[in-house]
């Protein structure tokens, strides 16, 4: 987990290690490359993917939401009886269904189902690594938890490695294994979460621990 208050810098570092921007210092290593010259951009692309803070952004209002799914598994050489199947078991492993989905706008699906498709529609492509900023901010607080334990999930029964981007140190404490606290573009405390978090040494994570 990535966590710190808003505007310390977690979003850039999402951006950065998605190739959304250049490093003015310093270099993204993927697979022993340089992301800003990847000669194998489609594989990276596959393997790291983002789940995004709104999922109603995520999503154009005016296009049906199963579409995204079946677009994205038209990258893979596959025979179209295997790439359904691919979609509905991506479904599957975020609970949900392609009848709950199919012919549906984004307005009418709830914020919970809508972010739960757009973690389908990341898991696609069988990625290694999720970065997921800000994943649970938008949806209602009843929902909440229920997208949290699908990371947990995710985490623990497919092998998906998750940098999970938050302001709320009560869910980091809870889904992570290992946590940097970011303030004013710098990383001051990392470690285990029960480390950071169960005895901070920054003055930082010692005030905002005290909430979780």
Known sequence: TLAGESGSGKSTVAKL??????????????????ISNLKRKMEFMKDVQ???QNPFETFNPLKKVDTYLYETEKNFKMSETDKHQLVEKSLELVGLSITEIKDKYPSEMSGGQLQRTSIARALITNPSLLITDEPVS??????????INLFKKLKEDQGVSIIYITHDLATAYYVSDRIAIMLRGQIVEMGSVEKVLDNPLHP???LNGKKT
């Open 204 to 206: 930082y994570t010692q």
């Open 17 to 34: 290690i998605l190739d959304f921007e250049v490093p003015t210092s310093g270099n993204i290593i993927y697979k022993g490359e340089k």
């Open 138 to 147: 938008m949806i209602d607080a009843s929902l909440r938890m229920s997208v």
């Open 50 to 52: 983002p789940v995004f």
